[in-house]
């Protein structure tokens, strides 16, 4: 199975601050990537497809890089609605695999 | 829009069976395939498996063959999930979610398992 291993495992910033969450594959997994945002008693919401691409409706000021094994999701200027769990799928191998979460907090 | 709509929370004793439901909607159902996530109480997110929506072809973790069947009934465009001999352990959120990228979630359904 592959392993995604997703840091860190929570994060306090303030509002307008930048964040940096990282994915990182245990093999190459080209682009088959997602990133997700998961508010508490809610279903996940996809924010970022084949790594980089931005889901119709989803604010620009979250962006998705990477490929093969490190992948990274940026919140440019992080706003209240943004404070949630965000995890990472891959998709390119069965079993599918996930990061474990990153908690995004308020500073 | 795409919608996954899930069936409500169940409570179950161990040894006991669950079938979940998840009703789709916007989009033609035997164009995708549905896929099951489960999510413990604060654990990970965990595959479990797809269904073929137009064969009914089925794939399923190994850690659940066995004690798993995945169904569908097209002329509703709904899938199903059905776990026998439930544990402490499969207390959990299940989610359907749609085709290999796992692009649309449904809304989820909490089974508890207690005696």
């Known amino acids: 199975d592959i392993q995604m291993t997703q840091s860190p495992s929570s994060l306090s910033a303030s509002v307008g601050d930048r964040v940096t969450i990282t994915c990182r594959a245990s093999?190459?997994?080209?682009?088959?990537l997602g990133w997700y945002q998961q508010k508490p008693g809610t279903a996940p919401k996809r924010l970022i497809y084949?790594?980089?691409s931005l889901q119709s409706g989803v604010p620009s000021r979250f962006s998705g890089s990477g490929s093969g094994t490190e992948f990274t999701l940026t919140i440019s200027s992080l706003q209240p609605e943004d404070f949630a769990t965000y995890f990472c799928l891959q998709h390119n191998t069965y079993p599918r695999t996930f990061g474990q979460g990153t908690k995004v907090e308020i500073k | 829009q795409v919608q996954l709509v899930q069936s409500g929370a169940e409570v179950k004793k161990p040894g006991a069976s669950v079938k979940v439901s998840c009703k789709a909607s916007g989009y033609t159902f035997t164009d995708y395939y549905m896929h099951w996530v489960r999510q413990a109480p604060g654990q990970g997110l965990e595959w479990m498996g797809w269904i073929n929506s137009n064969t009914g072809g089925t794939k399923y973790v190994q850690k659940f063959q066995g004690r798993v069947t995945m169904t569908r009934d097209t002329s509703i465009s709904t899938a199903y999930m059905e776990l026998n001999r439930l544990t402490s352990d499969d207390t959990a959120v299940y989610y359907c979610?749609?085709?290999?990228?796992?692009?649309?979630w449904g809304t989820g359904t909490t089974v508890i398992v207690s005696s």
């Open positions: 979610a749609r085709e290999s990228s796992l692009d649309v």
């Open positions: 093999q190459g997994i080209r682009n088959d």
């Open positions: 084949a790594a980089s």
